[in-house]
């Protein structure tokens, strides 16, 4: 697969198979994300990879919360709100997710099995977790979307889906207590990893892209 290919087809999984991804594809993945490139070489990415029965009583615990109605303290704040052009697409983007599996936007048992998917993990066998040191500034966020993009490109080398989800670091202290992350590390972000399930209506939405000339700007070319 060329890296164009790659990128104009991979897309977030929200159903995945039970069948574990093989350890050794696993570091394969890590592997070739290592590779990404950071300010001055930092390299500033802490990364733990969850599966098996570490994974399974993350999943046990978040979901035990969710039921009890705990709210998510992720450790990187969520957006308190959105401007126009990205409300819209959003928007945009929830009504084709309800037409393709046809529900009524807005449904609340909906938007109830929705939400329980995120903290299902989406069934993944495998979460990689992206942690910072607390130290570090914002600019090493860009740093961290860059090893993301190439840990899910790197992914599909090998046949292996992804989705990037808020809610897999919504009880961030459960996965320090699981992964033995130290508390100096912020956990910023969940990748989840496993083979797609083509059957389940979830994997049957594409995201709608905006056109080029409308988010891109060329001059003097």
């Known amino acids: 697969m060329n890296v164009i290919e790659a990128i104009e087809s991979r897309r977030s999984v929200r159903a995945f198979k039970p069948e574990p991804v093989p350890r050794e594809v696993i570091s394969k993945i890590v592997e ?36 009890d109605g705990v709210p998510p303290v992720n450790d990187l704040p969520r957006p308190g709100g959105w401007p126009e052009g990205p409300k819209r697409r959003m928007l945009d983007f929830v009504n084709a997710r309800c037409s393709a599996l046809g529900v009524v936007p807005g449904d609340e048992a909906e938007r109830e099995t929705s939400m329980k998917r995120n903290y299902e993990f989406f069934d993944a066998p495998v979460v990689v977790y992206l942690c910072l040191h607390r130290d570090l500034s914002p600019w090493s966020y860009f740093d961290m979307g860059l090893y993301a993009q190439s840990l899910m490109l790197a992914a599909m080398e090998y046949s292996v889906g992804s989705v990037v989800a808020v809610n897999l670091t919504a009880y961030p202290d459960i996965i320090r207590e699981e992964l033995g992350v130290p508390q100096e590390y912020s956990v910023l972000i969940g990748v989840a990893l496993g083979y797609e399930d083509p059957d389940d209506m979830a994997n049957t939405v594409r995201s709608i892209r905006r056109p080029v000339e409308d988010a891109v700007t060329i001059s003097g070319l």
Do not use: C, H, M
């Open 32 to 67: 070739a994300a290592n590779w990404s490139p950071s300010w001055a070489d930092t390299q500033p990415w802490e990364v733990f990879v969850a599966g098996g029965d570490v994974l399974g009583r993350i999943r046990e615990r978040f979901l035990a919360r969710y039921k």
